[in-house]
């Protein structure tokens, strides 16, 4: 097998697609063939855009049995691998041609966690040491890895990142009886919370050091170039939703502890689709709007100063579908709308359907200038009165008729 299609397989791999109802095993290295390299690309959301990674395996061989993976021992599929050299010779190779500008590096587990991760953090460090690439490098860690591998892992990487994938012990049997949330998952995270913790106090000493040189405490040009600030490492997490029957309320439990608890930087929820040939491959997809809804709640921990019981979740333990975690809220508490635009404080601004926090930023600020004066101020300044003026009111005057039936149904039609 040529290398590109080696490595089609492996992308194809790391994003678990399934084509046209067809097992993997069943994919012909013609369809690869077919397909070109740049059509593969990943394009990960940054804040001045997208940016283009080689998001792959290293290998899709794996000793583990998880139910819903369709590069599982038990499955029957093709297995290919790249050492790290020749990993790290193609991404160079295929990031001077412009295709990429970083790499996002996952594995099956080969033999035993640190073996895996080794392989991983091998091939970044080729591709800093051998090849000088100063960009963004993302590696997974494999799940029980020990810390001295993922200390090595947070040495090379801008990123790494470990799949929790379900939010306690027993949902994570139901997806992969051959892992254990408590004696592999946590210690995993523990030590990557670890290696984070150092990794920014050693960053701050050097910001301090680079500081105290621009001061010209130290003045040797060379002592400024051994200081470079390197970007902070960061940590995030994946869950597949809806796989193991678990409920909003407890991945989002989770998820909440493990910002706190485990200096988490971002949690990303993946809604789970049968694979076939997997052992899942005949369980019901999970509604992606259930995947939104869990990425608007995790903001409103996040960003806009919601405790997770200040959520609002049905009998069963999850969110409502048809209007987002933030209005949901709204239409429950009216007794605190509505709010004055012209004085409220930013933690009320963020409370307004519609309001984010670059939105009450920006409120604020016009506060400031004088600005806030008519509508036509609040449309200049990008406030989407649609949604929030029913919650507002301008000089005393309210902003919106719309009732909170109204609002829904408005909410339903934008879902549609
Ligand atoms: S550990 Fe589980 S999810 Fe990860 S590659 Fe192996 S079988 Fe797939």
């Not at 809220?329 to 963020?350: D, Q, S, V």
Request: charged fraction near 25%.
């Amino acid at each position: 097998m040529e290398v590109a299609e080696k490595l089609q397989m492996l992308i194809k791999d790391a994003n678990f697609e399934c084509e046209g109802g067809k097992s993997l095993s069943a994919r012909s290295v013609q369809q690869l063939k077919e397909q070109r390299l740049h059509e593969s690309i990943y394009h990960a959301k940054v804040h001045s855009g997208t940016m283009p990674l080689l998001k792959t395996l290293l290998t899709n061989a794996c000793i583990k049995n998880c139910r819903y993976c369709p590069i599982a021992s038990y499955c029957d599929h093709l297995v290919v691998s790249f050492k790290p050299d020749e990993m790290a010779k193609l991404f160079m190779a295929m990031h001077k041609s412009g295709l990429v500008s970083g790499l996002f590096l996952s594995s099956g587990i080969v033999r035993d966690p640190d073996t895996t991760q080794e392989l991983l953090n091998d091939t970044a460090k080729i591709l800093r040491s051998r090849y000088g690439f100063q960009g963004y490098i993302h590696l997974k860690i494999m799940p029980g890895a020990s810390f001295e591998a993922i200390k090595e892992a947070g040495r090379w990487a801008n990123r790494i990142s470990v799949n929790v994938e379900a939010p306690n012990e027993h949902r994570l049997k139901v997806i992969a009886p051959d892992k254990s949330f408590q004696s592999e998952m946590l210690p995993t995270l523990q030590n990557i919370s670890k290696v984070i913790t150092q990794k920014r106090m050693e960053w701050l000493e050097r910001r301090k050091a680079v500081h105290r040189i621009g001061k010209g405490w130290m003045a040797d040009l060379d002592e400024i170039a051994k200081l470079t600030v390197p970007s902070v490492l960061s940590s995030t997490t994946q869950f597949v939703v809806g796989a193991a029957g678990e409920t909003d309320k407890e991945l989002l439990q989770t998820t909440k502890h493990l910002y706190q608890q485990f200096n988490l930087g971002r949690a990303y929820f993946s809604a789970f689709r049968p694979i076939c040939g997997t052992k899942m491959e005949n369980e019901k997809a999970e509604n992606s709007i259930r995947e939104r809804r869990l990425y608007q709640a995790d903001f409103l921990l996040r960003r806009y100063g919601f405790e997770l019981d200040e959520l609002i979740f049905d009998e069963n333990g999850n969110l409502p579908q048809d209007v987002d975690p933030k209005l949901a809220w709204a239409l429950k508490h009216p007794e605190c709308f509505p709010i004055e635009i012209t004085k409220a404080e930013r933690e009320e601004l963020l409370r307004v359907p519609g309001i984010g926090p670059e939105t009450a930023d920006k409120i604020v600020k016009a506060r400031k200038e004088g600005i806030l004066l008519t509508t036509d101020d609040l449309l200049r300044l990008g406030i989407p009165l649609n949604r929030a003026s029913p919650f507002l009111t301008l000089r005393g005057k309210p902003l919106g008729k719309k009732s909170p039936k109204e609002i829904i149904t408005t909410e339903q039609l934008r879902l549609i």
